[in-house]
T-cell receptor, first 120, second 112 residues
Framework: DTGVSQDPRHKITKRGQNVTFRCDPI?????LYWYRQTLGQGPEFLTY????????KSRLLSDRFSAERPKGSFSTLEIQRTEQGDSAMYLC??????????????????FGPGTRLTVL | KNEVEQSPQNLTAQEGEFITINCSYS?????LHWLQQHPGGGIVSLFM???GKKKHGRLIATINIQEKHSSLHITASHPRDSAVYIC??????????????FGKGTHLIIQP
């Protein structure tokens, strides 16, 4: 499979529990993004990695949220002390940060299937 | 006011009709994406453009940077085109910010 994969696809948890999601990007992609989408709304940006460096974080990413990409490959998104308002689809996307000649470039983002979180 | 506005929010049309979905944005951008989302959540990238026009099969995307406006057109629409179409922009930033800002989407239903 050469696409972006996410695990789990669905997660149901009780309020106050911690949850962790995983994203495996397309193998040659050095950029990885996390987004959140609530029902009936467009996605919202959460955070972005270039290789293992977390370069950008949205103000939506409260202290209860943490994301890592330790080896510049897969990434994890952890939510601590979940709240009902955290219920959403969490989407991961990846892209190549290089152009055809190897120069720095912004390219198309490829999305994973998402992890749907329900907090009871 | 949302930085990315789409219209219409909902669109129902008959099979074969020419479809236009509009996207307006209020900030400087370096790229605009059109995305397709089917029930169940999966998002597929249709186009990324920063100027002019792109065509892929029955889909055409145009952008007018001066007017801060983009359109997605579907020719000879088919029920399988039924989905939510989302416009997203990468805002221009000297700091190299890459996170996209999304519209709320246009829910398209094509009836047989």
């Amino acid at each position: 499979d050469t696409g972006v994969s996410q695990d789990p696809r669905h997660k149901i948890t009780k309020r106050g529990q911690n949850v962790t999601f995983r994203c495996d990007p397309i193998s040659e992609h050095n950029r990885l993004y996390w987004y959140r989408q609530t029902l009936g709304q467009g996605p919202e940006f959460l955070t972005y990695f270039q290789n293992e460096a977390q370069l950008e974080k949205s103000r939506l990413l409260s202290d209860r949220f943490s994301a890592e990409r330790p080896k510049g490959s897969f990434s994890t998104l952890e939510i601590q002390r979940t709240e009902q308002g955290d219920s959403a689809m969490y989407l991961c996307a990846s892209s190549s940060g290089r152009g055809l000649a190897g120069e720095l470039s912004y390219n198309e983002q490829f999305f994973g299937p998402g992890t749907r979180l329900t907090v009871l | 006011k949302n930085e990315v506005e789409q219209s219409p929010q909902n669109l129902t049309a008959q099979e074969g009709e020419f479809i236009t979905i509009n996207c307006s944005y209020s900030v400087g951008i370096s790229a605009l994406h059109w995305l397709q989302q089917h029930p169940g959540g999966g998002i597929v990238s249709l186009f990324m453009l920063s100027s002019g026009k792109k065509k892929h099969g029955r889909l055409i995307a145009t952008i007018n940077i001066q007017e801060k406006h983009s359109s997605l057109h579907i020719t000879a629409s088919h029920p399988r085109d039924s989905a939510v179409y989302i416009c997203a922009v990468r805002m221009y930033s000297g700091g190299g910010a890459d996170g996209l800002t999304f519209g709320k989407g246009t829910h398209l239903i094509i009836q047989p």
